[in-house]
C-alpha cells in the first residue's frame, strides 16, 4: 500500500516563508506526477504545484514566482518551496501523487489506485 508522510507547515507571518516535504513508501518503483493540492476553510480543494517524472512543473497562477515545488526521486520526496507567503495561502495542504508502479512477488506493476493523498498539513499565514 503506498503511504505519503508530510511534514512542514504550521505558523508563518505573512511575507515569510515555508517548506513542506513529502516522502511516499511502500515498495514503490517509479511515480509519475508528485505535487501539492491545498483547501481553505469553506472552498474546494485546489491545485498548488506539480511536479512529473521528467520535471515538468505546473503551478496554479496564484503561487506563480513564490512557491516552488521540486522531487527527490531516489527518495520518493516531493518539496514544496513557499516565499513570501500572504494570508490567502492559508490552507491544509495535501500532497498527491499519482500513476504509481510498485514492486511485488510477481514484478513492477501499477499500484491499486490511481492517485494517493496524504493525511494533510496546516500552512497559518498571519498578517
Known amino acids: 500500500q503506498v503511504q505519503l508522510a508530510e511534514s512542514g507547515g504550521g505558523l508563518v507571518q505573512s511575507g515569510g516563508s515555508s517548506r513542506l516535504s513529502c516522502a511516499a513508501s511502500?515498495?514503490?518503483?517509479?511515480?509519475?506526477?508528485m505535487g501539492w493540492y491545498r483547501q481553505a476553510p469553506g472552498k474546494q480543494r485546489e491545485l498548488v504545484a506539480t511536479?512529473?517524472?521528467?520535471?515538468?512543473?505546473n503551478y496554479a497562477d496564484s503561487v506563480k514566482g513564490r512557491f516552488t515545488v521540486s522531487r527527490d526521486n531516489a527518495k520518493n520526496t516531493v518539496f514544496l518551496q513557499m516565499n513570501s507567503l500572504k494570508p490567502e495561502d492559508t490552507a491544509v495542504y495535501y500532497c498527491?501523487?499519482?500513476?504509481?508502479?510498485?514492486?511485488?512477488?510477481?514484478?513492477?506493476?501499477?499500484?491499486?489506485?490511481?492517485?494517493?493523498w496524504g493525511q494533510g498539513t496546516q500552512v497559518t499565514v498571519s498578517s
Open positions: 498527491n501523487v499519482q500513476r504509481v508502479w510498485i514492486r511485488t512477488d510477481d514484478g513492477v506493476v501499477r499500484a491499486p489506485l490511481f492517485e494517493y
Open positions: 511536479i512529473n517524472s521528467d520535471a515538468d512543473s
Open positions: 511502500g515498495s514503490i518503483s517509479y511515480i509519475y506526477s
